[in-house]
Structures are given as structure tokens and as C-alpha cells.
């Protein structure tokens, strides 16, 4: 398998505010990650790929300059959600790949916007 | 555009009373078929992954199989700490695309 970390676990920002969502992969150097938010009682939605060393590859109808990621390392991807509005407030998952091209899922990040 | 639909989206056993989740999917060529549970506010959990028509994989009271077009989680004489949403995704083999497309998930719940 793999373990992944996301921090925060929570946070409450207010509207207009930034926020930033990290993912860690302890035990796997991870060229892959992705993000996904998931609205209550949904499945999960793709958000963006993001990869090591390069741009992260948006899904359509998801707005780069408001997602930002950045995927520094092998190990950390970052997920920032820019001028933050109560409609973004949702639960955030990010996950690694593995090379069996297994996905292997953090916690999740609940964020409240008020 | 690649599908996956679940059945049936709630289910609700009595402890002991074994059972199976459908997962039906299309896909212009799938690489795999994975299966997840998700507890309330948490991240999914990887339970299996399913490559070829006629494969199985188990795990407790958890077996997988899977045909050209649907996938099958049986759940055997089931405990309350089963309860939780399962998830099915799968992933395309065509070009480089390496993202899971999931179904809407089936909601069980174990009475004791």
C-alpha cells in the first residue's frame, strides 16, 4: 500500500481568504498525485493530476488560478484554495500513485468557508 | 466517455446475512477495476484491484470478482463494522490517462 498524510485535517477560513491543503506521501517517492473534492452524499471528483516537477493537468470546469497546485517534491503536493467562497467549501482528498497504477487515498481535508 | 454505475446505492443487512454489491462499467479498454471503503469524513480505503475478466481477490469477508462488465463485491456473514460506503473506480488503458472514474457508491449499513 502507501501512506498518505493531509493537513490540515479541518480549518474554517473566511470568505476572501486563501487556504492551503498539504498531502504528504511517507513512504513512497510519488512522481503522481491527484486531488479531488468530494460534496456530501457524492462520489469522489477529479479535480487536477499533479505532477512532480511540472504543471499540474486540470479537469475541465475547474478553475486553475482559483486551485493552485504545486508539486514540489516527490513527497508533498500542495492544493491552494485562492479568495476562498462558501460555495468551495467541501471535503478535499488527494491521492498517490503507485506503479501498479494503484491510487492509495489521504484522509481528506474538510474545509468550511463562512 | 468512460461509466460506472452501482448498485444497489443503500443497503441495509442483518449481521450474519450475506450479500453483493454490483459495480456495471464501460470503458474503452479497462487497465483495472478497483474497489474502496470510505467511512463517514474519512478517505477511501484501498480493498482490491481486479485487472481481468474471471479474476478474484479476497480479504476477510470480502471477495471481488469481475467479468467484461461488471464487477461483484460479496460481502459473507457480514458485522456491524462493515457498515460503510464501498466504491467502485476504474481506469482506462488507452493513452497515458492514468485517473479513476467511480461510481456513486452503495451506502451499507449492518444491523447487529
Known amino acids: 500500500g502507501a501512506v498518505v498524510s493531509q493537513h490540515p485535517s479541518w480549518v474554517i477560513c473566511k470568505s476572501g481568504t486563501s487556504v492551503k491543503i498539504e498531502c504528504r506521501s511517507l513512504?513512497?517517492?510519488?512522481?503522481?498525485m491527484f486531488w479531488y473534492r468530494q460534496f456530501p452524499k457524492q462520489s469522489l471528483m477529479l479535480m487536477a493530476t499533479s505532477n512532480e516537477g511540472s504543471k499540474a493537468t486540470y479537469e475541465q470546469g475547474v478553475e486553475k488560478d482559483k486551485f493552485l497546485i504545486n508539486h514540489a517534491s516527490l513527497t508533498l503536493s500542495t492544493l491552494t484554495v485562492t479568495s476562498a467562497h462558501p460555495e468551495d467549501s467541501s471535503f478535499y482528498i488527494c491521492?498517490?500513485?503507485?506503479?501498479?497504477?494503484?491510487?492509495?487515498f489521504g484522509p481528506g481535508t474538510r474545509l468550511t468557508v463562512t | 466517455e468512460d461509466q460506472v454505475t452501482q448498485s444497489p446505492e443503500a443497503l441495509r443487512l442483518q449481521e450474519g446475512e450475506s450479500s453483493s454489491l454490483n459495480c456495471s462499467y464501460t470503458?474503452?479498454?479497462?487497465?483495472?477495476l478497483f474497489w474502496y471503503r470510505q467511512d463517514p469524513g474519512k478517505g477511501p480505503e484501498f480493498l482490491f484491484t481486479?485487472?481481468?475478466a474471471g479474476e478474484e481477490k479476497e480479504k476477510e469477508r470480502l471477495k471481488a470478482t469481475l467479468t467484461k462488465k461488471e464487477s461483484f463485491l460479496h460481502i459473507t456473514a457480514p458485522k456491524p463494522e462493515d457498515s460503510a460506503t464501498y466504491l467502485c473506480?476504474?481506469?482506462?488503458?488507452?493513452?497515458?490517462?492514468?485517473?479513476?472514474?467511480f461510481g456513486s457508491g452503495t451506502q451499507l449499513t449492518v444491523l447487529p
Open positions: 513512504d513512497f517517492q510519488a512522481t503522481t
Open positions: 473506480a476504474v481506469q482506462a488503458a488507452s493513452g497515458s490517462a492514468r485517473q479513476l472514474t
Open positions: 491521492s498517490v500513485l503507485r506503479e501498479s497504477y494503484e491510487q492509495y
Open positions: 470503458v474503452s479498454g479497462l487497465r483495472g
Open positions: 481486479l485487472y481481468s
